[in-house]
């Protein structure tokens, strides 16, 4: 059973920061792809940040420059620094990831895993 924790979510005011973090588990054999994606009220899920394998990363343009995204591949976990936080950073946010794992029959499955959500306030 893979699953995706994440935590670091929380209330902040204009201008503040957080770091959520999520973490991967289960018979990963490895990670192809993690990131974070969002969606505020009466809106559209939007991508925030992805990290494939390596050193690339991707940032939707609305956080250039504010938040990084990293990977930590010896815990199975990303992270989003999110600094500068404004108002329309309020979200859910949602770890995802692209997964190879091992299966019992010995072939491996390449699948997209989400997690359960962290909610991000920024208000005054």
């Known amino acids: 059973q893979v699953q995706l924790v994440e935590s670091g979510g929380g209330l902040v005011q204009p201008g503040g920061s957080l770091r959520l973090s999520c973490a991967a588990s289960g018979s990963i054999r490895s990670i192809d792809v993690m990131g974070w994606y969002r969606r505020a009220p009466g809106k559209e899920r939007e991508l925030v940040a992805l990290?494939?394998?390596?050193?690339?990363?991707y940032y939707t343009d609305s956080v250039k420059g504010r938040f990084t995204i990293s990977r930590d591949d010896t815990k199975n976990t990303v992270y989003l620094q999110m600094n500068s936080l404004k108002p329309e950073d309020t979200s859910v946010y949602y770890c995802?990831?692209?997964?190879?794992?091992?299966?019992?029959?010995?072939?491996?499955?390449?699948?997209?895993?989400w997690g359960q959500g962290t909610q991000v306030t920024v208000s005054s």
């Open positions: 995802y990831a692209v997964l190879s794992i091992d299966q019992v029959t010995g072939l491996v499955r390449v699948d997209r895993y």
């Open positions: 990290m494939p394998s390596g050193s690339t990363t």
